[in-house]
């Protein structure tokens, strides 16, 4: 009797996260040239030229080496590249660093965003709220990972591996036996001969100018920094075959969400109703007791401006999480998040409103501008997520960031210290020391009110003036400090301390 015989299917296996890499020789190549590179033009210098084209080149070496398919892969993430270059490159406009550090964090982010997405793992239009923040840190693993795995595939395939392990116990058995009898003869020789003393002498003053750890320290950054990048090379010509993007589970019941998005609704209507007149025409408005106008307007917008992040994070992360199994819960949810939407708007024109009645009041700092750019940069984003639940579903994620990067490049074009300084030297009252103490981009304001208000007292100006420092290279050149050393040109200091 013949057994049956029954069809046997095999099971798709998992590919492997090495396993999808495409490791080879020029990978290892680029990375470690984008490591001298972070060596020659980041490490240790200012803000300048040298990021911009630091920019370009990381840009460029992912093109180049993820290739033709997946640049066609890339579809809406290929301008995240263009973008983290823009923001890179922005560094080069101004000298304050605050702004420089977020130009850079956000540069790092949008190239992490690119990074992920460049080979077609998930479309921009379906990044969520968790990848948008958790994308440098999974970036930065996946590459370290990638480049350990891309060099020791290539030190296998040339050998280095077994040539180590073939000649390096020999070696150290040859060091063993030979170097200490030549160390102690040559003590022996060099203490009993004046002239092969002086000679040792010099040879040792010789190898002692070799700045080693400056070469030491340098090489690291190189090294680390190399292995780094080539793991970003690997990651961008990695192999598609079985990425499945993730679904978001959806815990909310269609009610839930109704009840929370028309109960925030509500709470914020009341408080437009309370609180805006008052923020918009405070003389007709009555405080309580205890609470001067100084106070109504300098306490409450950066509350509100962090109420309004809160919810623009909820209304982005909401619609993923919400069972909305009906047209009908659908159309009620899009119209509940518009009304959300428009009544956090009375909102944010409270703290625009008191925040300008502060600033006319005390002037304009860096925390009001950067609380400025928040609040129109929120509201705009806001206005975009309404308008996307609507129509152009697709296209809010693309559209955010690049509200997100106008706003960033536009405060380097303004130079937010510049601007500052003009705004504040025209007041009344001016604070020459608060002015003194931002970068280099408010000099040119403070010579010129200096030389309009002359006076004996110069010590602001010659204190901001010293902070300036030398002339810089060609890679460290910046339009900020280029400025304030014209604007210095011809100018004479009082001799008095």
């Known amino acids: 009797m013949t057994p049956s015989m029954t069809p046997s299917f095999a099971l798709p296996s998992r590919v492997s996260f090495s396993d999808r890499l495409r490791p080879h020789r020029n990978q290892l190549l680029g990375g470690l040239g984008l490591g001298l590179a972070t060596e020659l033009l980041l490490d240790g210098s200012d803000f300048g030229l040298g990021h911009a084209i630091f920019g370009v080149l990381v840009a460029g070496f992912i093109v180049v080496s993820a290739g033709k398919e997946a640049w066609q892969s890339a579809a809406g993430h290929r301008w995240l590249l263009l973008a983290a270059v823009l923001l890179l490159g922005s560094t080069m406009l101004h000298d304050a660093g605050w702004l420089a550090v977020m130009s850079t964090s956000s540069s790092a982010l949008l190239f992490a965003l690119a990074i992920q997405g460049w080979n077609g793992e998930r479309k921009l239009s379906a990044l969520r709220t968790g990848h948008l923040f958790g994308a440098p840190f999974k970036t930065a693993g996946q590459s370290l990972f990638a480049g350990a795995v891309v060099t020791s595939r290539q030190l296998e395939d040339t050998n280095v591996t077994g040539t180590v392990n073939k000649y390096a116990p020999s070696l150290l058995r040859l060091m ?168 956090t708007m009375p909102m944010m024109i409270s703290g625009a409103a008191r925040l300008w009645r502060y600033e006319s009041i005390y002037g304009l700092t860096v925390l009001r501008l950067l609380a400025y750019a928040g609040l129109m940069l929120v509201g705009a984003v806001l206005a975009w997520r309404a308008l996307t639940l609507w129509t152009l579903n697709d296209a809010f994620v693309g559209g955010a960031i690049g509200l997100f990067t106008t706003t960033m490049l536009g405060l380097a074009v303004l130079s937010p210290d510049k601007y500052i300084a003009e705004r504040n030297v025209v007041r009344p009252e001016v604070d020459v020391w608060y002015l003194a103490r931002l970068s280099a981009d408010a000099l040119p304001a403070l010579v010129e009110f200096q030389s309009a208000n002359p006076t004996d007292d110069d010590v602001a100006l010659r204190y901001r003036a010293e902070r300036l420092g030398p002339s810089e290279s060609l890679l460290t050149w910046n339009l900020g400090r280029w400025r304030a050393r014209s604007a210095l040109q011809g100018i004479i200091f009082n001799s008095n301390p």
């Not at 993730?246 to 909310?252: A, I, K, N, Q, W």
């Not at 809160?310 to 819960?329: C, D, F, H, V």
Request: hydrophobic content about 50%.
């Open 176 to 343: 063993i036996i030979v170097l200490p009898p030549v160390g102690a003869l040559t003590l022996l020789l060099s203490s009993g001969d004046a002239v092969f003393r002086a000679r040792i002498d010099s040879l040792d003053a010789l190898i002692s100018s070799i700045p080693l750890s400056g070469f030491l320290r340098g090489g690291f950054v190189t090294l680390i920094s190399g292995l780094s990048l080539t793991g970003v090379l690997a990651l961008v010509s990695r192999r598609k075959d079985d990425l499945t993007p993730s679904v978001p589970g959806r815990p909310l019941r269609a009610f839930e969400s109704f009840t929370l998005l028309g109960t925030l609704t509500s709470l914020l209507f009341v408080y437009g109703l309370t609180s805006t007149p008052c923020a918009l025409a405070p003389a007709a408005c009555t405080l309580p007791r205890g609470v001067t106008y100084a106070d109504a307007a300098h306490e409450g917008f950066f509350q509100l401006l962090f109420a309004a992040i809160g919810i623009l994070l909820l209304l982005m992360a909401l619609p993923a999480r919400t069972q909305l199994e009906s047209k009908k819960a659908q159309l009620t949810f899009t119209a509940l998040s518009t009304a959300l939407v428009l009544a």
